[in-house]
């Protein structure tokens, strides 16, 4: 699995949603290595792990995660906050918090959970993936920039950047999606003994502004920051607020002792 280090300081380790890579987090290591070590992870499947055969499972690759990556601030963005919550429950010694950015712990909606889309979205997404794998994919980027008020700035950047590490195995895209239907942490969440910042962006198509929020209240020690213009992906369209609501919470927390170690690539 590979995961690349950048800048210098405290170690932040960023996972990336749903078919995308840790490249897209490039506007964030801009504006925060200069003070942290970011480590971006390619899941398997996905970006420079794309020949990798490792499941796409938050159980099976949470030890490995924490054993590169000790002693960090863990950030998810949409699927991959499923990632960075496993990480934080399996291994609370190692995490030191857990920034959620447009995740939730359960993406569908239910009787007791107005925060997620219809039961039926990715599904239907699943059976589109095998008819048109590339049309698929390209449709799922303008919902993840839908609402933003720079969403046509947001998919330009995400069709520039999206497939520039190659094309995701389909197979890894189809575990996402029975992921993404399945998931529901929320009473796990309440057991969650790190610090914790849900960031929103509260014109987001996919995961509805309030689920945030929401799950903030199920957690210790969390809050919540909605950003009013942001769609899907925040740290496109509001990078410098994003940047900004997680270093204001890394500085509050307790110092590491000692010095972090970079990782290899």
């Not at 690349?4 to 932040?12: D, F, K, T």
């Not at 029975?178 to 009473?187: C, G, I, K, T």
């Not at 849900?198 to 957690?219: N, T, Y």
């Not at 002792?257 to 990782?263: E, F």
């Amino acid at each position: 699995m590979h995961i690349e280090s950048h800048g210098q300081g405290p170690s932040l380790a960023l996972v990336h949603g749903w078919a995308m890579h840790g490249g897209l987090f490039m506007p964030l290591v801009e504006r925060l290595a200069d003070r942290y070590t970011l480590h971006l992870v390619d899941l398997p499947g996905h970006g420079h792990s794309r020949d990798s055969t490792l499941p796409l499972s938050p159980e099976a690759l949470s030890d490995e995660l924490v054993a590169r990556v000790p002693d960090a601030v863990w950030l998810g963005w949409s699927l991959g906050g499923q990632f960075a919550l496993r990480v934080a429950l399996d291994h609370p010694e190692a995490v030191r918090g857990v920034v959620m950015v447009a995740s939730s712990p359960r993406f569908v909606s239910g009787e007791d959970w107005p925060h997620g889309v219809g039961p039926d979205l990715f599904r239907d997404f699943g059976a589109a993936l095998r008819r048109d794998f590339r049309g698929t994919l390209e449709g799922f980027l303008a919902l993840e920039s839908l609402g933003s008020a720079t969403a046509q700035e947001d998919l330009r950047n995400l069709k520039g950047h999206a497939f520039e590490r190659g094309e995701p195995a389909e197979r890894v895209l189809q575990e996402g999606l029975l992921l993404l239907d399945r998931v529901d942490l929320r009473e796990e969440l309440t057991r969650l003994k790190a610090p914790s910042l849900w960031i929103s962006g509260r014109r987001d198509r996919l995961v509805p502004a309030g689920a945030m929020p929401a799950a903030a209240k199920l957690a210790h020690a969390a809050r919540s920051v909605v950003i009013a213009n942001a769609g899907h992906a925040p740290f496109l369209s509001a990078t410098a607020q994003v940047a900004d609501a997680i270093d204001q919470f890394v500085q509050a927390l307790p110092p590491v002792p000692g010095d972090n170690k970079r990782l290899a690539g």
